[in-house]
């Protein structure tokens, strides 16, 4: 068994450019348990779980999964359970909503294996500008929100490596002027029903209501893998490149 912090394995993207909705998170949530401290399932999940502010692709998040609801540890970046290897041609940080039934990748997935990500918000580039500048996006109200995810367990009779991808569709939530595309959210009150198994999923996620979004700039500090502090959800009047960097490179790495 691997153990939870360990990070043996890189997934790999078939590009750099292939511009992902999402490409880092923030699950810094133990501050906002008592937004959901009406329901331990998320209550006491959002405070045990360790808080971090530059969750990219492998790095490990807390998901809630099964019925009833429990949170495990995982790496961002699903790996199908047929895959001979832990790794792919494809970016699995995350999957589209109108193809993942269909995938080879995430079908399986889609049919046995929901779960939902608490976070409290993340990194989004816009790209109307010259060099792209980052943004994060959280709440309106503060509170956590609740993504919905496929996992899987690659060789779980060996190294069972447990990882996950986001579902993301087009929104109009997203506030300009970033592009109008994220993470599908599910409302507070329906999130335990993508967990049982909804009779028709798809229409049950095209019907979740957006919840209200805000966002504004910060640096480009995130992009420093080694970097996980609440600083980089600052708000920034310029973004700055990290010493060195190339301004022209795609930044969702």
């Not at 807390?62 to 792919?88: A, F, K, Q």
């Not at 990882?163 to 929104?171: C, E, I, N």
């Not at 300009?176 to 994220?182: A, E, I, K, Q, V």
């Amino acid at each position: 068994m691997l153990s939870q912090g360990a990070r043996p394995f890189t997934i790999c993207a078939r590009s750099t450019r292939d511009h992902a909705p999402m490409r880092r998170f923030v699950q810094a949530l133990s501050a906002l348990a008592d937004d959901v401290q009406a329901d331990p399932a998320l209550r006491d999940p959002l405070r045990n779980s360790p808080d971090d502010y530059n969750i990219g692709q492998d790095d490990m998040a807390t998901i809630l999964v099964g019925t009833p609801p429990h949170p495990l540890r995982m790496h961002w970046g699903l790996v199908p359970r047929w895959s001979p290897e832990p790794r792919t041609p494809y970016t699995t940080v995350t999957a589209r909503l109108e193809r993942a039934a269909g995938s080879r990748l995430f079908g399986q997935a889609w049919r046995e294996r929901r779960g939902v990500l608490p976070l409290s918000g993340y990194y989004k580039w816009d790209r109307s500008t010259r060099p792209p500048r980052p943004w994060f996006v959280q709440a309106a109200d503060g509170a956590p929100l609740l993504a919905a995810v496929l996992w899987e367990a690659w060789h779980p009779e060996q190294e069972n490596r447990l990882a996950f991808s986001v579902l993301t569709h087009a929104t109009a939530a997203i506030p300009p002027p970033l592009t109008p595309d994220g993470p599908v959210f599910l409302h507070p009150s329906h999130w335990r029903e993508w967990l049982e198994g909804p009779a028709q999923p798809l229409p049950f996620l095209q019907r979740e209501p957006a919840p209200a979004l805000v966002a504004w700039p910060v640096s480009r500090a995130h992009r420093d893998r080694s970097r996980h502090d609440y600083t980089l959800i600052e708000p920034a009047q310029e973004a700055h490149a990290l010493p060195g960097e190339d301004e022209a490179l795609d930044p969702d790495d």
